[in-house]
């Protein structure tokens, strides 16, 4: 019996088991597909947070800026 027929039953059993798996092979990838677009949604709420929070801590910045300057302004009037 050559190699090649030995195995040949092998091949068959695995090219079976990998038809049967096909359906959750399937379902896995689609919801992994899911997680990855999840994932990117939550990076780029993250991102926008972010954002947001540096442009507040300018606008404070810059309140904080002009209020010391109007102070100096009507302290020196004074």
Do not use: G, Y
């Amino acid at each position: 019996m050559r190699h090649q027929d030995k195995t040949q039953v092998f091949h068959a059993q695995i090219e079976t088991k990998q038809n049967e798996l096909q359906p959750w092979t399937t379902k896995v990838n689609k919801k992994q597909a899911e997680v990855d677009i999840a994932t990117k949604e939550r990076d780029m709420l993250s991102e926008k947070v972010a954002a947001v929070k540096k442009s507040v801590d300018d606008a404070v910045q810059t309140i904080e800026s002009l209020s010391a300057e109007r102070d100096e302004k009507v302290a020196s009037h004074l």
